[in-house]
T-cell receptor, first 115, second 112 residues
Framework: KAGVTQTPRYLIKTRGQQVTLSCSPI?????VSWYQQTPGQGLQFLFE???????NKGNFPGRFSGRQFSNSRSEMNVSTLELGDSALYLC??????????????FGPGTRLTVL | KQEVTQIPAALSVPEGENLVLNCSFT??????LQWFRQDPGKGLTSLLL?????REQTSGRLNASLDKSSGRSTLYIAASQPGDSATYLC???????????FGKGTTLSVSS
């Protein structure tokens, strides 16, 4: 079974631009979560989607948004990029059957550099 | 607010040693706890998941324990190998069962 895939793997943008990252979960997984990883703050939770609905959101500004499609694929968007948005963005999927919190499986991440 | 701490931040050991990585959390009301491994520049690989009602989980040379009342978990690695060199991350699932709250990790280096 294929793992979690994320595209693109690397991105370079300039301040003020916007960016869209994509995540395809493991087949059959209905929950998709997004995390930001930086050297200073470590891994921080952005948001979680289940059956196209956002179930939880971390403490990030409204410039960070996401959505999930009917096939469970998810996208996250960052508008008006700032230098501090440079990070590794990780996507994770899980079965979350009947709402049970089970093992999360992570993708390889998208490395975003903002110049 | 839940906080997760991992000690030590870095650890260097010779090949063959048994070692223990520590994780502590401030709020015992967790859904579960998961240990991950991260290689440089890569994503996270899940190692072990311990539900809040469990005390330990084992997979090969890895054993993880959970003591909710004291807010602690340990990851025991037996007979360490150079291939075990990586950053090990501990994460607790909040009571809502959605977000993972991570520690900063322990970077392990095993020399041959």
């Amino acid at each position: 079974k294929a793992g979690v895939t994320q595209t693109p793997r690397y991105l370079i943008k300039t301040r003020g631009q916007q960016v869209t990252l994509s995540c395809s979960p493991i087949s059959g997984h209905r929950s998709v979560s997004w995390y930001q990883q930086t050297p200073g703050q470590g891994l921080q939770f952005l948001f979680e989607y289940f059956s196209e609905t956002q179930r939880n959101k971390g403490n990030f500004p409204g410039r960070f948004s996401g959505r999930q499609f009917s096939n469970s694929r998810s996208e996250m968007n960052v508008s008006t990029l700032e230098l501090g948005d440079s990070a590794l963005y990780l996507c994770a999927s899980s079965l979350a059957s009947a709402g049970v919190a089970d093992t999360q499986y992570f993708g390889p991440g998208t490395r975003l550099t903002v110049l | 607010k839940q906080e997760v701490t991992q000690i030590p931040a870095a650890l260097s050991v010779p090949e063959g040693e048994n070692l223990v990585l520590n994780c502590s959390f401030t709020d015992s009301a967790i859904y579960n706890l998961q240990w991950f491994r991260q290689d440089p520049g890569k994503g996270l690989t899940s190692l072990l998941l311990i539900q809040s009602s469990q005390r330990e989980q084992t997979s090969g040379r890895l054993n993880a324990s959970l003591d909710k009342s004291s807010g602690r978990s340990t990851l025991y690695i037996a007979a360490s190998q150079p291939g075990d060199s990586a950053t090990y991350l501990c994460a607790v699932r909040d009571q809502a069962g959605t977000a993972l709250i991570f520690g900063k990790g322990t970077t392990l280096s095993v020399s041959s």
